[in-house]
């Protein structure tokens, strides 16, 4: 399982085959906020949601619980919002089924300034033409240092995933 030491100005890439999960870990209390782009992500089977996990202990462990997270989509032709909620993660987008993939963007603000953790982003669906946006919070947490990104079940079967730290 590779993982990233983050440093200031850096980029990181990671393309998953059958992963587990993609831990990001060493970033300097001088990156506040992280851009995380994902294309082309499916899982094996089910389907699960796609979380960011926070630590501030470098990865020695991840905080899986008190998140605020989740994510409202449509379909291309409705005007219906759909709505799915999670506590134990920052939601990526949308459980993620097999087949066609799910790509999108996740932006974590104040890792290191509030006491608040922050996300928002974008995803899109091709198995059903869906899109929506996403955006949750993890209170009471200051001096992020690590990061995973996990499903709550089973292992990312393909994906693209590109990180930048941003100060």
């Known amino acids: 399982m590779p ?10 890439s990671f393309t998953a085959s059958n992963t587990a999960s993609i831990p990001v870990i060493n970033i ?6 992280i851009l995380i782009i994902f294309t082309n992500v499916s899982v094996a089977s089910g389907a699960p949601f796609m979380l960011v ?9 991840y905080i899986s619980s008190g998140y605020q997270s989740g994510h409202n989509y449509f379909g291309y032709n409705t005007s219906v919002a759909n709505n799915q909620n999670n506590s134990t993660g920052l939601q990526m987008g949308f459980q993620i089924g097999t087949g066609p ?3 999108g963007t ?8 509030s006491t608040f953790v922050v996300s928002t982003g974008t995803t899109f669906w091709t198995a059903a033409t869906l899109f929506g946006i996403t955006g949750g919070q993890l209170s ?3 001096g992020v240092n690590a990061f ?3 499903l709550d079940s089973g292992n990312i ?3 693209t995933f590109k990180i930048y730290g941003l100060n």
């Open 53 to 61: 996990r926070l630590s501030t202990n470098n990865g020695s462990s």
């Open 140 to 142: 009471g947490t200051t």
């Open 101 to 103: 993939f799910s790509s």
């Open 157 to 159: 079967a393909t994906g």
């Open 28 to 33: 300097p209390s001088s990156i506040n906020n």
């Open 3 to 12: 993982t990233q030491n983050i440093t200031n100005g850096w980029e990181y």
């Open 148 to 150: 995973q990104i996990v």
């Open 106 to 113: 996740l932006y974590l603000y104040n890792l290191n300034t």
